[in-house]
């Protein structure tokens, strides 16, 4: 090789390959292969390695995309999604617990809360056939099951004196394991839901705090082991009723 | 509008084809898309907007396949060792050529084999397959150069010691 042409390394072979070389280089690339047949025989063997994978695989591009991965995504607009996800408004606390824990647990466990338990709540509360997973006829093993993933004793709290019926429930995909969401609806259809998820032992008690992800409102707090959020379409002074309701049925 | 769900929708057959070339399996493969959709949007509101969508996705996918792949790599070994035909075009006739490909594929290691799968048949730039594996460019020339080395070695039917299998 001359001098003044730069090395012909390996990754330079790739890159020829891949066709990724500006003009100049593909030509010193080019006679470089000239006087090295090996080389040469590398890369073809190479170039036909791609277009053999390429021939093996692009069917699969033809094919119908099957009904289990054509709604996967969430039902409502991208707009509406992203509006969701981008927001995370921490609204005004309403605190009446006499010792809160020490703040900066308590965030880290409450950071994502109120969102994810939004997305939970818009992703199932429109469905008409499948909104939970086992459902309030099965209530005790429902309990249990989410018991026992979430390895924390859980409790479907009664909410039928704020006029909510327990629908039923299902295990979800929290951020750091499984989380759990029980879906309650009342006579005029609205639906509420409440989503947990675990906390460290130690995290004591949080205020109750509001957040509005797009037409949801959120209340959640931390409670001992477990995070809580309620999520509901509904009135923030009618949400933050439920909100302690809740707490109650759960603090006897 | 629905922009998003659209440019997904778009991505969906080029997830199953990856899937497909790394796992082999048509049901496995579409579990691991499945999971990939599902993991995207719930963490979607991660996603730098700006940033190259794509890329993201099958990010995503990589993890969710790391993850898997580390759980179940014992059962997996033993499933590929049983499996000798991998049905990749699931019936179809298929060339021997693509048969051996497809065996010899199984046979590399998944971090070989997903460069040399985002590279010859994503045909994604060696910046963007870095990206992807969140590793650091020379690395992914290092899996592309050993890859192509060790599959040019499969496919001629040379001994590859390394490789082979213990039952």
Excluded: C
Excluded at chain 1, 63 to 72: I, T
């Amino acid at each position: 090789m001359s001098s003044n042409i730069p090395e012909i390394t390996d990754a330079d072979l790739h890159a020829y390959v891949d066709q990724r070389l500006d003009p100049a280089r593909r030509a010193e690339v080019e006679a470089y292969l000239e006087a090295n047949p090996d080389a040469a025989a590398r890369v073809r063997d190479y170039r036909a390695q791609n277009d053999l994978l390429r021939a093996a695989f692009d069917n699969v591009l033809e094919e119908p995309v099957p009904d289990r991965l054509s709604h996967v995504r969430p039902r409502w607009s991208t707009m509406h999604f992203a509006a969701i996800a981008a927001t995370l408004v921490i609204g005004v606390s309403v605190g009446w617990f006499a010792h809160v824990a020490s703040p900066n647990r308590v965030e880290v466990v409450m950071s994502s809360l109120p969102q994810q338990a939004a997305i939970a709540h818009v992703v199932y509360t429109p469905e008409v056939l499948h909104p939970v997973e086992v459902d309030a006829t099965q209530e005790q093993h429902l309990v249990k099951w989410l018991s026992k993933r979430l390895g924390k004793d859980v409790h479907a709290p009664s909410l039928v004196e704020a006029g909510f019926q327990l629908e039923g429930g299902r295990l979800l995909p929290g951020d750091d394991g499984p989380a759990a969401q029980f879906m309650y609806r009342n006579n005029t259809g609205e639906r509420l839901t409440l989503y947990l998820r675990t906390a460290q032992a130690d995290s004591g008690e949080s205020a109750f705090r509001f957040a509005q992800e797009d037409k949801v409102s959120v209340f959640y707090w931390v409670d001992r082991d477990l995070a809580y959020a309620l999520s509901g379409e509904i009135d923030r002074s009618r949400l933050l009723n439920v909100a302690e309701a809740v707490y109650h049925e759960l603090n006897p | 509008m629905s922009e998003f769900d659209e440019f997904i929708r778009d991505q969906v057959p080029r997830l199953r084809r990856y899937a497909r070339a790394l796992l082999g399996e048509r049901s496995r493969a579409d579990d691991l898309v499945q999971d990939t959709l599902e993991r995207a949007w719930t963490r979607f509101h991660l996603w730098q907007r700006g940033s190259n969508l794509r890329a993201w996705l099958f990010t995503v996918m990589h993890n969710v396949f790391v993850n898997q792949h580390r759980k179940n790599s014992r059962e997996a070994a033993v499933a590929l060792d049983d499996a000798p035909e991998i049905a990749v075009n699931d019936g179809a006739a298929q060339s021997m050529d693509v048969r051996d490909l497809t065996k010899a594929l199984t046979q590399l290691p998944a971090e070989f084999r997903e460069v040399l799968l985002l590279v010859s048949v994503e045909q994604m730039s060696y910046e963007e397959v870095a990206e992807v594996l969140n590793v650091p460019l020379g690395t992914v020339m290092s899996r592309l150069s050993r890859g192509r080395a060790r599959l040019r070695a499969l496919l001629s039917g040379e001994s590859t010691p390394p490789l082979r299998r213990v039952k």
